[in-house]
């Protein structure tokens, strides 16, 4: 479904509750299939939650886990520890381009046997389940945060715990905390010390309820619609707390750039547009927010502010590769994007308020290319490609924005 966003001034000053954060639901899960008593409260209802709950409750011999990442990977180190289970995971033709050897070689070490299906290195796998005795081991951590979080959400149930190098300069740090924070909550001790991370072992955990903040990089998109909105505008979420366990509760700070200040009332927040941009030119450094750096790009084109924007390694082996999807959308526009393997600049000022037919955005798959494109509407009339995508993480996206006056149309 292609749709057409047509230009608006301001959106309404509407209260929105988005949903639980992706992110804390999956490790949720994942707890909560090797410690049955957990309660989840307000989870996610995105996609990637619902195929993650699928495969853990349905017992399938074969799990298609579509473009679920954090899924994939947290599933991989799950069934390598179920005794007596034979399973294959595969999932999109993009998920088998999305590397796994790293997890797979260090649960291999623990002792797990998993087979390659196809590529070396990447999905589909076979995981025959079986109890690891292995506990210590070194991991390569600069690529991707999941791998660690899946080693480590598993590893209060090995018998010896686990101990866990990292070797590198550590990526999407934020993401290895939560999975630490809420394995304290369930009552799992752990330690961080230098680069080794160890997980005590615990078979008999105290029932917890683990309930589920909103999700911040959903809320992104909001930060950038009240960027792109005149001084004065201001939109209220619900549900989101001071002290996040999410790594993206960061864009508070980015988008005081902007004009945007976060006021917090209880558990909600009021994001208010009070100053024109302070700066023409944003500096950043995403290591530890990487799913907010399709906004973050989207919103200086739309503020006509330019930016350097790094720390985007990981950016290349998501839903698609965000960095060149990121630089074919924006020079629709004019202008020159800079992409390097790790970073993206906005060089040259854009003016996207043109009288000319509409943009046509494509998403190439990817969740966060519609919904960080979505905010220009404030700007100028454009069309998004395949707009169902969003379902990924936030399947009411299109819903939410009609409440708050967005207009748009089926093509
Ligand atoms: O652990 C998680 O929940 C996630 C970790 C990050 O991945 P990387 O560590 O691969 O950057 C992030 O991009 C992803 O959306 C969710
Ligand atoms: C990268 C993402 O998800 P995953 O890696 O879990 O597919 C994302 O949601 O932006």
């Not at 480590?152 to 010896?160: C, K, P, Q, T, Y």
């Not at 005590?200 to 589920?212: F, G, R, V």
């Not at 720390?311 to 839903?319: D, M, P, S, V, Y």
Request: include cysteine; glycine fraction near 6%.
């Amino acid at each position: 479904m292609n749709i057409r966003l047509h230009k608006i001034e301001k959106p309404e000053s509407r209260i929105i509750k988005i949903s639980g954060s992706k992110s804390e639901t999956n490790r949720a899960l994942l707890l909560k299939a090797l410690q049955h008593s957990i309660q989840i409260e307000n989870g996610s209802d995105s996609d990637d939650s619902y195929l993650m709950l699928q495969a853990i409750s349905e017992k399938k011999e074969v799990i298609d886990i579509g473009h679920a990442g954090t899924a994939m990977r947290f599933l991989t180190a799950y069934f390598a520890i179920q005794p007596d289970c034979s399973v294959i995971i595969k999932g999109s033709d993009r998920m088998h381009e999305r590397p796994i050897g790293i997890l797979v070689e260090a649960l291999k070490q623990l002792g797990a046997e998993i087979h390659y299906l196809e590529k070396q290195g990447y999905p589909p796998l076979k995981i025959i389940g079986k109890k690891l005795i292995q506990n210590r081991i070194s991991i390569q951590a600069t690529v991707s945060s999941q791998y660690i979080s899946a080693l480590l959400l598993i590893a209060f149930r090995l018998e010896n715990g686990l101990r866990l190098q990292l070797i590198g300069k550590v990526t999407s740090v934020p993401y290895i905390k939560m999975t630490l924070q809420m394995l304290n909550r369930i009552g799992v001790k752990t330690d961080w010390t230098d680069d080794v991370i160890t997980v005590y072992p615990a078979s008999e955990l105290a029932d917890t309820t683990l309930s589920i903040e909103s999700d911040w990089s959903s809320a992104s998109y909001y930060y950038a619609i009240i960027a792109l909105s005149p001084v004065g505008t201001f939109l209220e979420l619900r549900d989101f707390e001071k002290e996040s366990l999410q790594g993206d509760a960061c864009i508070i700070r980015i988008y005081e750039n902007f004009g945007v200040t976060t006021h917090f009332k209880g558990k909600s927040i009021r994001l208010e547009k009070v100053a024109s941009p302070a700066k023409e030119y944003l500096e950043a450094d995403l290591t530890n927010a990487p799913d907010i750096a399709q906004t973050i790009a989207v919103t200086c084109l739309g503020l006509n502010i330019l930016c350097n924007l790094t720390g985007l390694h990981t950016l290349r082996i998501k839903e698609t590769d965000r960095l060149q999807a990121l630089k074919n959308e924006i020079e629709k526009w004019g202008g020159t994007v800079c992409i390097t393997e790790n970073s993206l600049q906005l060089t040259s000022k854009i003016n996207i308020n043109r009288d000319t037919k509409p943009v046509l955005i494509k998403t190439y798959q990817d969740h966060r290319m519609a919904m960080a494109f979505a905010p220009l509407a404030l700007k100028t009339t454009l069309d998004i490609q395949e707009a169902e995508v969003v379902s990924k993480s936030y399947p009411d996206f299109w819903k939410d924005l009609k409440k708050i006056g967005f207009k748009m149309q089926e093509l």
